[in-house]
């Protein structure tokens, strides 16, 4: 673009920001911000309101879109609109719960279903609409119990589903649209389209909008909301703190921005240097590593238990946080805290995600609590999803290598390295050896804490999807199945030894894990996997008393993963290099999806 082009389109922008066309009203859905972003992609400017806005301050707008919710039309108290905005004779358009407000508020008929709809489903378009302009049979995706089962006076029925008879209705007159399935979500096939013809067809919007210009406007955000003070973050080397605090260098300046970097001593090998070559790399003045390891070390001193090892962690992490807030004085007026957050964590997932508990301890840290309870806190990433951190990441110039990583967890290489508190020996039956060390499972959706099954054969597809799924589901005392891919002993003779978490020990972990990475950068199996765990066991034989574990699997979340298989002649190749460290007895491969298993063996 040329410079002139380029300031056209980031005024263009900048003006879309301060008149939006398209608003989307939240009624508390999962997917309220995704509406607005599939706009914008569209190239239209869309903000989120609260659902009750009044409709003198929507008056102005081209288009509305009611989101869909949790909660149910039928019950009172329920998330409302200011019924003004359907005679403001601006288009609205309900999605979901706004589709069943819409039948609500209109005179039309919203019922308990027989049955929800969940997933995909199948549309028919039963009248032509300028709403399904172009469409015609096509998959959607449905998320409701409660359905519309009369259509409001003045409303045509233009489409259905096998279990909602009334899956999109219009009244072109009034210009008011209605649609029980998610256009947002990318499981509904024409999705895009059916807010194309919203966007440009029935609002008649004008592209005001250019994605590539988020950046220079967030961080205008950013000065608006620092003012003339300065900006602390604790980063992680995860991506999103990473952005975020490239976001506030480039609209502050290298001079007003502090990062701080807790080296637990619990990181991967060159892990610190090379979150410090990023962060140089970014142009950070300010940048200090707080080295915290004897910390942790002492902090983990004598335990075995994983969610004790877990404990001992957050802990040590608010001590140190507490510790550098006052050392350099960030609590004076000054300063304000950068967090990385991203929109999906401003969602309450409900869920017990063990992320979250971290995060949730690096958050409340009291001094932190007491900036946020201030307003003194800047979260840039807020309205963005983790794929769009990515691109703004990479277009800031993050290096490409940094933003494609592996997610990491907090707790660090601990949890990785198994413990155990009395000498054990495996002990042999008639589905293979029992190694004496147990590992945390999920199942029946409870934390399960048993014992690992090590098959004396190599790992193979058939062992993966067959054996061990049947072990699991058979035997009481183990939630996980390990194939054996090398050993310097035989399995039966394998024993546990008394180990917690030390330095050496942290080492001996380290280097596994730099051989694996290195050998899987080579052989590109990296592309291959979302996450790829490697795990120390305190089992083997009294001159190499560990054992390698090795942890491949895909994931699009983490809440559920399937192991990937390694070729044979690869994982032989990687076995002898394993073996070649004197303190590894044994390398197994973990053959147990998630559930049974976690994908951290603690
Ligand atoms: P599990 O082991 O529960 O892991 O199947 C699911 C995903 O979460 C990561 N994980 C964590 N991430 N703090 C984090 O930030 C934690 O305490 C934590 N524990 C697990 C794990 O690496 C996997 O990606």
């Not at 309205?383 to 660090?412: M, N, Q």
């Not at 020990?505 to 894990?513: C, G």
């Not at 298989?565 to 590894?584: C, G, H």
């Amino acid at each position: 673009m040329t410079p002139a082009i380029e300031s056209a389109v980031q005024q263009l922008s900048a003006s879309a920001l301060a008149a939006p066309q398209i608003t989307v009203l939240d009624t508390g859905g999962q997917y309220t911000h995704l509406i607005a972003r599939r706009v914008r992609e569209l190239g239209v400017y869309a903000n989120v309101q609260a659902s009750d806005t009044p409709a003198a301050e929507l008056k102005n707008r081209l288009g509305i879109i009611i989101s869909g919710g949790p909660a149910s039309v039928l019950e009172a108290g329920c998330p409302d609109i200011d019924p003004a905005i359907l005679a403001l004779g601006v288009p609205v358009l309900g999605i979901c719960y706004g589709h069943q407000l819409l039948a609500r508020h209109l005179g039309g008929k919203v019922e308990k279903g027989e049955r929800g709809e969940y997933g995909v489903a199948q549309l028919t378009v039963t009248a032509s609409d300028p709403l399904l302009n172009g469409i015609e049979r096509s998959r959607i995706w449905m998320s409701h119990f409660d359905t519309v089962s009369k259509a409001p006076a003045g409303f045509n029925v233009i489409g259905s589903s096998e279990v909602s008879g009334i899956a999109a209705m219009s009244d072109p007159k009034r210009r008011l649209f209605g649609i029980q399935f998610h256009p947002e979500v990318v499981h509904t096939q024409v999705g895009r389209q059916i807010l194309e013809n919203f966007v440009f067809g029935i609002c008649a919007a004008q592209k005001d909008w250019n994605v590539s210009q988020r950046v220079p406007l967030v961080e205008d955000q950013i000065r608006a909301t620092v003012r003339d003070r300065n900006v602390f973050f604790f980063v992680s080397g995860g991506v999103d703190s990473t952005v975020a605090y490239t976001l506030c260098l480039r609209a502050l300046g290298p001079e007003r921005v502090f990062g701080i970097y807790v080296d637990t001593g619990l990181m991967r090998q060159g892990e610190t240097e090379l979150v410090r070559s990023i962060f140089n790399e970014l142009g950070a003045k300010h940048f200090i590593v707080d080295s915290a390891e004897s910390e942790f070390l002492t902090a983990l001193q004598g335990l075995h238990e994983p969610e004790a090892k877990r404990r001992a962690i957050g802990e040590q992490f608010v001590k140190v946080q507490e510790r550098v807030l006052a050392t350099e004085h960030f609590l004076d007026g000054h300063w304000i805290l950068g967090q990385g957050t991203i929109y999906p964590d401003t969602i309450e997932s409900g869920g017990t995600a063990k992320a979250d508990l971290i995060k949730t301890h690096h958050n409340r840290v009291a001094g932190i609590q007491s900036l946020i309870n201030a307003g003194r806190i800047i979260e840039p990433l807020t309205s963005f999803y983790k794929d769009e951190v990515r691109e703004i990441g990479r277009e800031l110039g993050v290096p490409a290598k940094f933003l494609a990583r592996h997610p990491f967890p907090g707790p660090g290489l601990a949890i990785r390295c198994l413990c155990a508190d009395e000498p054990a020996q495996a002990e042999i039956n008639s589905d293979g050896i029992i190694l004496p060390v147990r590992s945390v499972g999920v199942q029946g959706d409870a934390r399960s804490y048993r014992k690992v099954l090590a098959l004396k054969e190599t790992p193979s597809r058939e062992a993966i999807e067959i054996t061990a799924p049947a072990l699991t589901n058979r035997r009481a005392d183990i939630n996980r199945v390990v194939a054996q891919c090398g050993a310097k002993a035989p399995l039966e003779s394998l024993q546990a030894f008394p180990a917690t978490i030390t330095k050496q020990r942290l080492d001996t972990l380290r280097k596994a894990d730099a051989i694996v990475r290195d050998f899987c950068l080579t052989t590109k199996f990296e592309d291959q996997v979302w996450q790829f765990p490697v795990v120390l066991i305190p089992v083997g034989t009294s001159t190499a008393p560990e054992s390698v574990i090795l942890r491949p699997i895909n994931s699009v979340d983490g809440m559920t993963a399937d192991v990937v298989l390694m070729n044979a002649p690869d994982l032989t190749r990687l076995t002898q290099k394993l073996l070649a460290i004197p303190e590894v007895a044994a390398v197994f491969y973990d053959l147990t999806h998630k559930p049974p298993g976690t994908i951290e063996w603690e």
